[in-house]
């Protein structure tokens, strides 16, 4: 089954909100097995929602809509709906009840006349309560098409899927689809993509589709089949050899996993702890491994050494160091991580110093970076050179110390 | 002139990215004055693409895609575009020699065939070159229509349109547009809104717009006249009413400058030093100060103490305190800011310790947060209370401690 996406409101086309919904949703429906080819965002405006609401008709199954079910009359997507599906409004005695309910519950509004809009719902409609608001979902079922209205504000919309809309799409579906993404580092998208050339030629059930991320590269095989059993044998072989293809590259086939949860994950099972030395970086490692909840079990302090000063003060980068190398060095790196790990009594420390630009700095050229990671009495240091703008410098930094710590953990085992 | 926008990729489709180019583009067109009655999104479909980009043309003046401008096969943005335009695609070496220089630059990283796909673009066409990436950005016009073609990346597509595309686009408008932004800290959206609301009710031109980001209130007001001194003109009432009205919560009418930038500047002109103390954050403070070139004037390092631990032996924060109190409680906050500016031989220092969640721990409720700023041998502490998930309440609390820090500066005055 074919779904498609229309969202309805100014603030959107002007750039004043992000369309979330549309990811929301999107996301719902793939993992319902509703394949999504067209995504519209269109404003307050009858004649235009009504010429995107029939194109959509013309080409998909399941066409839902979200936004403009307010009770002012600058919402019209109820009334161009239901115009375009040949329905009368109707008052529904339900939700005008429910309506009546909410304002009591809300002694600081008042309700207004216009909230009686929200009552009228099309002629044979399925109605879905809005535990959240006042505008009510709206189903409508017409010659094998169904058109769903949703409520545009996320607090309104998502729990309304959630509890509704997700189990009446479910029982639509006849066919399950299964899909996996798997995410590699320490590989560029063009060799990635050299590498698994042959199985993007020959694909069909399942498919493989991939993501350049900075740093990353991730591979979604995606797929479908009568049950999920079925759809889970067909992905087997495929990601099979994935695995013999890439190995340790792969540092996840979870969807939600990012590569620095795996390299938390990583120490937690090791019972190892890790401190953070960043120069360049300013704390972005750190800030990137204390996103994760429960990281603390294994991260417990970071240095931020911006300055050649607090290089010698917090870390102990010998003077001579900075002096005949430059903080931009791979023994100025080296020692960051040697006595950050010292100094912290951690087990490892990662250390970066650098230059993220915009100007270059002792002759040495904007991206240049020396990555360093000491584990086990060894200090392993990497000389990258990283392109782009500042902040694409220093996230390319991070990807590229997290790498390189799980793959001195990997080797050594 | 309408313009509209068209993002291609799949991952938007399946809702494994939020479309936050579209949210970009569609504000920078209505700074320029375009008008955006669609946009879509369609997946790396050839067909699909290409009746979206017909549609599109039939509708409106300025085409933008983007996305699918990548190396592999599954990237035809250009392919389908210049079809649909009748060009040929041709190599231009000039976007050869970029790319190998992308490329030499970045020795981890090999060069494979497909990347020369990169250097192919449309006959006839404005190359417009990607300096964070290697996907070049296109620009074509044909019978009154422009189709302009951007890398998918927000880090490669932002720089590209704000350096190029917007001066190309700014130049076809018959109009001028002159447009403001105010940003505010340390007050919310309702608030601005309550007390704007006669200001936004009058509005004809210029125009006014809010806009709600973490912590912050920007209000966009944009002023249209035949030339650029008259639309000028018509701004300065407008503006003078804002300073009256909101004073020191506006931090900046610099539409490029942050608020780490403006506090980063503010320490700078009163030759003071900064370090930061942060639990909860994790690093995140730091990290956003580091972001702004020249930081190093003013920061020049940073404790994450993310353990009770390491509260105390790096920030000498008392066991007695931890045990009392607990790690999130004024009395620690005080004591990592003060000991912290102590520590550091820094004028200022800036402290948060809290709880981000998602579980809540000793009693105390997720979202609850201490940020202290020490500076002129005084201590201000501020209890918080942000909402959200994780990532929005360490977000919440960076916006906090820099608006905090603003205020004690200020004051001080």
Known sequence: MVAELISVGTEILLGNIVNTNAAYLAEKCALLGLSIYYQTVVGDNEKRLEATLRAALERSDVVILCGGLGPTQDDLTKETAARVLGRKLVEDPHSKKVIEEYFKNSPMKKITENNWKQAMVPEGCIVVDNHNGTAPGIIMEADHKTVILLPGPPVELEPMFEHDIFPYLRQKQPEVIHSVMVKLCGVSESAVETQIRDLIDQQSNPTIATYAKIGEVHLRVTAHAADEKEAKRLMKPMLKELKNRFGN?????????????????????????????????????????????????????????????????????????????????????????????????????????????????????????????????????????FKGNRAKIRESAVVGVLTLLRECILEDA
Not at 369 to 384: D, G, K, L, M
């Open 249 to 385: 590259q792969i540092y996840t086939m979870d969807e939600h996993m990012t590569l620095e949860e795996s390299v938390l994950d990583m120490l937690r099972e090791r019972e190892l702890t890790l401190t953070t030395a960043e120069s360049l970086t300013g704390g972005l490692v750190a800030a990137r491994l204390t996103d994760i909840p429960g990281a603390s079990d294994v991260f417990r302090q970071g240095f931020v050494t911006y300055s050649n000063r607090a290089k010698r003060k917090l870390l102990d980068v010998k003077k001579s160091t900075l002096k005949d190398f430059g903080a931009v060095s791979e023994k100025t790196a080296k020692e960051m991580a040697k006595n950050g790990a010292f100094i912290s009594g951690s087990d490892i420390c990662i250390s970066l110093t650098g230059l993220a630009g915009p100007t270059a700095e002792e002759d040495k050229p904007v991206g240049l970076v020396y990555i360093a990671c000491s584990y086990n009495n060894r200090i392993t240091v990497r000389e990258c050179h």
